[in-house]
Nanobody, 124 residues
Framework: VQLQASGGGEVQAGGSLRLSCAAS????????MGWFRQAPGKDRELLAT????????YYADSVRGRFTISRDDAKNTVDLQMRSLRPEDTAVYYC??????????????????WGQGTNLTVSS
């Protein structure tokens, strides 16, 4: 599975941005999809996941209520709509896929395919 994230950039605090991740696989619907981020000097953080059946989602406390993950199995894409952005959201954002046979995957180590990352800078 190859993943290509896009949509990053620079936005002012309070603004919105939508990230998109395109997957090159014929079996996209069989993967859990997740968005992660890593800020300079910090560990990678799991932000949001959507189950392979699309019916379940998970959000980290840091983004719940501000970010929305969605997937389109017909287009092989997973998006992250980000609102009310804060300077602390500045990071490199990654999409990832997990082939784990769980109902919803929130364990970072079980994501076995990663995109290249897209940068987000939120200015105050």
């Amino acid at each position: 599975v190859q993943l290509q994230a896009s949509g990053g950039g620079e936005v002012q605090a309070g603004g919105s941005l939508r990230l998109s991740c395109a997957a090159s696989t014929r079996t996209f619907s069989g993967y859990h999809m997740g968005w992660f981020r890593q800020a300079p000097g910090k560990d990678r953080e799991l932000l949001a996941t959507v189950s392979w059946k699309g019916g379940m989602t998970y959000y980290a406390d840091s983004v719940r209520g501000r970010f929305t993950i969605s997937r389109d199995d017909a287009k092989n894409t997973v998006d992250l709509q980000m609102r009310s952005l804060r300077p602390e959201d500045t990071a490199v954002y990654y999409c990832a896929a997990s082939s784990a046979r769980t109902d919803l995957e929130v364990t970072s180590s079980r994501y076995n395919y990663w995109g290249q990352g897209t940068n987000l800078t939120v200015s105050s």
